[in-house]
């Protein structure tokens, strides 16, 4: 058996109109993809994160006539025009998850690999391996910000040692600290679908028994060896004292979700509670590690 996929590009303020209509329409699945390399990073509590443009694609019954069906669909979102729209058979498969045949292993450092679960990888003692299912709204590691962190990661001592992934996301830090040696990983995040992810993310794992997720309002008084956030510019440099509290003097530090450029900024809020700042960069983003001041 075959399906019929629809796909068209649209707008963020246009996509809660095309997914109805489509629904409308009979599509038996609509799935959405990013349009653009535009990371989606720390949502707002309660907010559901899209892409500036996203692909859409609806899945309809192979029998489904291609040209009524985008007549139909015109109709219900006028703007639309047939260069905005592509057909393709798809063939009976797993379809929900062709899409993952494009993300492929990934090395960071000298020896984190982060695999999808649809590739086995090899049994290589000196790996340590993380799988993911990637999802809509948290990092796999494939953008820069995400990337920059599990380099950081994968070239420290973490043997023993506690580490804060803020703002966790799918909880990939979180995961790949544990690995790597890690005694405890505490996950924060204000959107309960990121801990939702994060705790499905490290039960396929094997570290969920060691990893332990909260919202901010809802985290205990904590302290680590090692903090990791990635999340924005503006919002480093608004959480500065809350992430200094959760450093023990001597901890380390590294922030990233920083574009090219606003650097300066974070550095200068940081100053004051943080030494050995440096900075890497990748592509147009950067990541700024330091070391925890001790008091007084």
Known sequence: MSWLELSVVVQKDSLARVEAALEDLGALSVTL???EDVPILEPAAGETPVWPNVVVNALFEATVD??????????MVAWLTPERVSFRDVADADWTRAWMDQFKPMAFGRRTFIYPWNIEPPDQPDQVVIRLDPGLAFGTGTHATTALCLH??????????????FGCGSGILAIAALKLGAAEAIGIDNDPQALLASHDNAERNGVLDHLHLYTPENAPVLSADVVVANILASALIALEATLAALCRPGALIALSGILRGQEGEVMAAFAADFSELEVVQQEDWVRITGRRRSAG
């Open 33 to 35: 993809l990013d349009a």
């Open 66 to 75: 291609r040209g009524g069906l985008f007549d139909a669909l015109q109709l």
């Open 152 to 165: 950081w990661l994968d070239g420290l001592a973490l043997s023993g040692r506690r580490v804060i992934d």
